[in-house]
């Protein structure tokens, strides 16, 4: 741990810092992508393609003026992040095709037997423990259509299920590593291992979850008191493959323990995915792999490769040291507000735009903090609240959010019905309210715990 006066020298040196070349390239670059990358809902060209121009010209910039190189930027590179997220997706489909999916949906809508807030509660809480393992973009992806269907043989609005699916995965996701991809990042680039994320993450995420619950109860207690038919769903018709079904969950169920071990292990997260992905395509030994790594996302995965390259740019030209300098002050001076400042910035920020750019942009300055002597762990659970809670502001806060809003306006021009869509207007009226609300629960919780949150799980103050 470094005592007060090599602090003050640290910070001495950090001022020294000045703005150069390599700096400002480095700087224009980053803000001309992400800018693009957040208007992309005005020139409609796809993020990914922006994010690869992205790191092409910081490579090509870098090696001219003499502070990058592919060499770099290969090095930059979370392999970590992208295997596993990589890995999960192709588990997931393989299992989809099973319809045990649809099966756990239909049990859910025959369980609750026309009691609306008890659907919204099962179907949520489906939604949100798939989360804790899947990222919150597949889970949606799956249950998205699901409750249109459902929603449509009770005769009801989906709406308030289809935004609940999305707020909800989105907060269930935070609590663990493997939930949100921003999660992802933070834990590999923090060295944060599935343990210690969820201790610290499962409380805080719980009472938000709970508070999401009873603010779509009183937010759609118009909808949830409708009086519905209630059908005859038939669950053992949709389960089509038990076989791949069950092993699929046996795997699952594996790979969470193996996930808990991985420190022990000396493992990272990515070998547990990689291994039971082996297993799966083992277990589906007569289909093809190509059937099931063409539906990996791998638009979302270049999407990540892009920014690691260009975030890796901007760390080698020292322009996020030189911002570091302006923070350090206000974190040397009092950390809980700096935690409290950092996530609701973090959440606003991430309710305009998606939140793994954000996420992208803030954990390198972090890590300068964290170089130049500040114990930053607070800063990375703040972090991680913030973007993940702050997705639920706004219809663009989450991939998630674009799935489902993208659902509702394909369901309402097929029904030629405008009230089946949720506009942005209609998000800012109902998940906004969620989104603060959760972002108080989270404050006073971390006001009330700060010194479990400012501990230091990893033992790095000890060296």
Same mark, same amino acid.
Request: hydrophobic fraction near 55%; charge should be negative; charged fraction near 10%.
């Given at each position: 741990m470094m005592n007060n006066e090599t602090v003050t020298e640290t910070i001495n040196n950090v001022g020294?810092?000045? @703005?150069?070349?390599?700096?400002?390239?480095?700087? +224009?670059?980053? &803000?001309?992508?992400?800018?693009?990358?957040?208007?992309?809902?005005?020139?409609?060209?796809?993020?990914?393609?922006?994010?690869?121009?992205?790191?092409?010209?910081?490579?090509?910039?870098?090696?001219? @003026?003499?502070?990058? %190189?592919?060499? @770099? =930027?290969?090095?930059a590179i979370d392999w970590n992040v992208v295997f596993l997220l990589g890995s999960m997706m192709t588990i997931v489909a393989i299992m989809i095709p099973t319809g045990g999916f649809q099966a756990i949906a239909y049990w859910? =809508?025959?369980?609750?037997?026309?009691?609306?807030?008890? !659907? /919204?509660?099962?179907?949520?809480?489906?939604?949100? *423990?798939?989360? !804790?393992?899947?990222?919150? *973009?597949?889970?949606?992806?799956?249950?998205?259509?699901?409750?249109?269907?459902?929603?449509?043989?009770?005769?009801?609005?989906?709406?308030?299920?289809? /935004?609940?699916?999305?707020?909800?995965?989105?907060?269930?996701?935070?609590?663990?590593?493997?939930?949100?991809?921003?999660? !992802?990042?933070?834990?590999?680039?923090?060295?944060?291992? #599935? %343990?210690?994320? #969820?201790?610290?993450?499962?409380?805080? &995420? #719980?009472?938000?979850?709970?508070?999401?619950?009873?603010?779509?109860?009183?937010?759609?207690?118009?909808?949830?008191? *409708?009086k519905p038919e209630i059908p005859d769903f038939k669950t053992t018709d949709v389960l089509n493959d038990k076989k791949t079904w069950y092993a699929a969950l046996a795997v699952l169920?594996?790979?969470?323990? /193996? #996930?808990?071990?991985?420190?022990?292990? %000396? $493992?990272? =997260?990515?070998?547990?995915? =990689?291994l039971g992905l082996t297993v799966m395509l083992l277990i589906t030994r007569e289909a093809s792999p190509d059937k099931y790594l063409a539906e990996a996302e791998l638009s979302l995965l270049m999407f990540f490769v892009s920014l690691f390259v260009i975030i890796g740019g901007v760390e080698h030209s020292k322009f996020l040291q030189w911002i570091g300098q302006?923070?350090?002050?206000?974190?040397?001076?009092d950390m809980l507000v700096?935690?409290? +400042?950092?996530? $609701? *910035?973090?959440? +606003?920020?991430?309710?305009?735009?998606?939140?793994?750019?954000?996420?992208?942009?803030?954990?390198?300055? +972090?890590?300068?903090?964290?170089?130049q002597g500040v114990h930053v762990m607070p800063l990375w659970w703040a972090l991680a609240l913030g973007v993940g809670m702050g997705g639920n502001g706004t219809h663009l806060g989450s991939t998630a959010n674009v799935f489902i809003v993208t659902l509702t306006e394909r369901l309402a021009k097929r029904e030629n019905d405008p009230s089946l869509a949720i506009t942005p207007g209609v998000w800012f009226k109902k998940g906004t309210p969620v989104m603060i609300l959760t972002l108080i629960v989270c404050s006073i919780v971390i006001w009330v715990f700060f010194d479990f949150y400012n501990g230091d799980p990893l033992g790095k103050l000890a060296h």
């Amino acid at each position: 741990m470094m005592n007060n006066e090599t602090v003050t020298e640290t910070i001495n040196n950090v001022g020294t810092i000045t @703005f150069d070349t390599p700096m400002m390239v480095s700087a +224009i670059i980053l &803000v001309i992508t992400f800018t693009a990358i957040f208007t992309e809902g005005i020139h409609h060209i796809h993020r990914t393609k922006i994010a690869m121009v992205g790191a092409a010209t910081m490579v090509l910039g870098g090696q001219y @003026f003499g502070f990058y %190189n592919p060499e @770099f =930027a290969i090095e930059a590179i979370d392999w970590n992040v992208v295997f596993l997220l990589g890995s999960m997706m192709t588990i997931v489909a393989i299992m989809i095709p099973t319809g045990g999916f649809q099966a756990i949906a239909y049990w859910i =809508a025959k369980f609750s037997r026309g009691r609306l807030f008890l !659907l /919204l509660v099962l179907m949520g809480t489906a939604v949100t *423990v798939i989360s !804790l393992l899947l990222d919150n *973009v597949t889970t949606v992806i799956i249950f998205g259509p699901l409750i249109v269907l459902i929603c449509q043989a009770l005769r009801v609005s989906p709406i308030p299920y289809l /935004l609940a699916a999305a707020l909800l995965s989105d907060t269930g996701g935070v609590a663990t590593l493997v939930g949100d991809p921003p999660n !992802l990042m933070i834990g590999s680039a923090a060295g944060i291992d #599935f %343990n210690t994320f #969820f201790i610290h993450m499962g409380g805080i &995420v #719980f009472l938000a979850w709970v508070a999401t619950l009873f603010g779509l109860k009183f937010l759609f207690r118009k909808e949830l008191s *409708v009086k519905p038919e209630i059908p005859d769903f038939k669950t053992t018709d949709v389960l089509n493959d038990k076989k791949t079904w069950y092993a699929a969950l046996a795997v699952l169920t594996t790979m969470v323990v /193996l #996930f808990i071990l991985h420190s022990s292990l %000396n $493992w990272e =997260a990515w070998v547990v995915a =990689a291994l039971g992905l082996t297993v799966m395509l083992l277990i589906t030994r007569e289909a093809s792999p190509d059937k099931y790594l063409a539906e990996a996302e791998l638009s979302l995965l270049m999407f990540f490769v892009s920014l690691f390259v260009i975030i890796g740019g901007v760390e080698h030209s020292k322009f996020l040291q030189w911002i570091g300098q302006f923070v350090l002050p206000l974190v040397e001076k009092d950390m809980l507000v700096a935690c409290l +400042i950092l996530m $609701w *910035v973090a959440a +606003i920020m991430s309710a305009m735009i998606d939140n793994i750019p954000f996420t992208a942009a803030m954990i390198p300055i +972090i890590l300068g903090l964290e170089q130049q002597g500040v114990h930053v762990m607070p800063l990375w659970w703040a972090l991680a609240l913030g973007v993940g809670m702050g997705g639920n502001g706004t219809h663009l806060g989450s991939t998630a959010n674009v799935f489902i809003v993208t659902l509702t306006e394909r369901l309402a021009k097929r029904e030629n019905d405008p009230s089946l869509a949720i506009t942005p207007g209609v998000w800012f009226k109902k998940g906004t309210p969620v989104m603060i609300l959760t972002l108080i629960v989270c404050s006073i919780v971390i006001w009330v715990f700060f010194d479990f949150y400012n501990g230091d799980p990893l033992g790095k103050l000890a060296h």
